[in-house]
């Protein structure tokens, strides 16, 4: 017997999940019901997200690659994170 779920997404998020789902050839509703079955089955839920940095973040740092291959000589340390925050977005 099948029931109906009502679930708030983000309308960007449901219509992108919907397009991948689209493309691998099924309906969004058969990934959420593989997932719900996976979750019940082993009683846990993983969430893998691919590395995206933010558009600005990537462009600083193909900036300072370009820095770095003109003068190769040049290093950088450092010995925190916070140090590093403030090195990549210095002005």
């Known amino acids: 017997m099948k029931t109906l779920l009502n679930v708030k997404v983000d309308k960007a998020e449901k219509e ?3 397009q ?4 691998m050839g099924v309906p969004l509703s058969t990934v959420v019901n593989a997932h719900l079955r996976e979750f019940i089955r082993t009683r846990e839920f993983s ?7 933010k558009p ?3 462009k600083e740092l193909l900036k300072r ?7 190769p000589k040049v290093a950088y340390s450092t010995s ?4 590093v925050r403030k090195f990549l977005f210095r002005k």
């Open 16 to 18: 992108k999940a919907k």
């Open 20 to 23: 991948i789902a689209a493309q």
């Open 47 to 53: 969430v893998k997200l691919d590395s995206v940095l």
């Open 56 to 58: 600005e973040v990537e």
């Open 65 to 71: 690659s370009r820095e770095y291959h003109k003068n």
């Open 80 to 83: 925190s994170m916070a140090e």
